[in-house]
């Protein structure tokens, strides 16, 4: 019989198939360690490395950090992978609650997930990533034996559905517009939405870095690369979409490396690399830090978010008019 630890696993191995995995920056291409496992591989390691010790696993360390950047994309794809390195441990409790208790299994193993998936956001903040794992276990057999004891209310499957739900994607088509406007001509959100995308342009060609961003947008339109919008952004709030779709907006840090080291990161924060990493080891640094090797990389996204950086989303014509327009061309 399927059951939630079956779901989750499944999911899982469907995201990743027989490739390589990294959960040191999440992209393989953009990681300085060359070798990398598959998942299945790799769960087996987090597995035995979570039952040796969780507390000063680097492995356990890296997946958390991971999971934590993963939800501030709005993307539960390293939370989902925490989780199915996490039941393989609830398995034998869960049967032997239902059998000897009574209980339906599905419930146990429901309520059990739904208790670390409360931990988990319970931990975002003050709790060094080393200790998430075993405070997730924790909540979970605890909440096992109450189903067992009779005490526990009724759970609620409904969350864990969440977990399985497929994004929509519009379909795409092309668009060229022209949209020099005066700054006082703001009226609605879809001219704002131009204005936008022709402040990037122009402040990335009066900086001298066209060149990198025209490249991007060549990928774009045709077709080697996407941007991020179109993971998460319902494409009814944006201009441009109901006639080109979302593949031709992105976010304006998708123009940046995804991960800049903690030397860099800390000199951009204002605090010493030795206070950065203190900060890290008690669990009070601002954001997630994903461990590689020795060292740690910082998400350039999680650090615009915290110097309050807007990473305004733009269209590429917007962004090319507003390059001609303060090059002279218009």
């Given at each position: 019989m399927v059951n939630v630890f079956d779901r989750i696993e499944w999911k899982v191995r469907e995201i990743f198939g027989e490739g390589p995995i990294c959960v040191h920056v999440g992209d393989i291409k953009e990681c300085d360690i060359k070798r990398h496992p598959t998942y299945s591989k790799f769960r087996d390691e987090v597995i035995s490395a979570g039952i040796r010790s969780a507390a000063s696993s680097r492995l356990w360390e890296s997946l958390i950090a991971m999971g934590r950047l993963s939800d501030m994309d709005g993307d539960d794809t390293w939370r989902m992978v925490v989780l199915?390195?996490?039941?393989?441990?609830?398995?034998?409790?869960?049967?032997?609650?239902s059998r000897d208790f009574r209980v339906e299994l599905e419930e146990v193993q429901s309520?059990?997930?739904?208790?670390?998936?409360e931990v988990w956001r319970d931990t975002e903040h003050g709790v060094p990533p080393r200790h998430v794992r075993d405070k997730m276990v924790k909540a979970a057999f605890d909440v096992a034996f109450r189903c067992?004891?009779?005490?526990?209310?009724?759970?609620?499957?409904?969350?864990?559905e969440l977990l399985f739900q497929s994004e929509m994607f519009a379909q795409e088509s092309v668009l060229k517009a022209s949209s020099i406007i005066n700054i006082n001509g703001i009226r609605d959100v879809d001219v704002a939405e131009q204005l936008r995308g022709e402040r990037i342009g122009?402040?990335?060609?009066?900086?001298?870095?066209?060149g990198v961003v025209r490249e991007f947008h060549d990928d774009l339109r045709a077709?080697?690369?996407s941007g991020s919008v179109r993971?998460?952004?319902?494409?009814?709030?944006?201009?441009?979409?109901?006639?080109?779709g979302p593949h031709l907006y992105y976010y304006t840090s998708d123009l940046y490396p995804s991960y800049i080291g903690l030397r860099e990161a800390a000199a951009v924060m204002g605090v010493p690399e030795s206070a950065a990493h203190r900060l890290i080891r008690v669990g009070?640094?601002?954001?997630?830090?994903?461990?590689?090797?020795?060292?740690?990389?910082?998400?350039?996204k999680a650090l615009m978010h915290f110097k309050d950086i807007p990473d305004v989303i733009v269209h590429v014509d917007d962004v090319e008019n507003g390059a001609l327009h303060a090059s002279g061309a218009l």
């Open positions: 199915d390195c996490i039941v393989p441990c609830f398995r034998g409790v869960s049967a032997r609650i309520a059990m997930v739904l208790a670390a998936l067992g004891n009779g005490a526990l209310a009724e759970w609620s499957s409904d969350e864990i122009a402040l990335f060609q009066l900086l001298g870095h066209f077709g080697r690369r993971q998460t952004m319902t494409t009814s709030m944006l201009l441009r979409s109901r006639i080109s009070q640094f601002p954001f997630p830090a994903a461990r590689a090797g020795r060292s740690y990389k910082v998400s350039v």
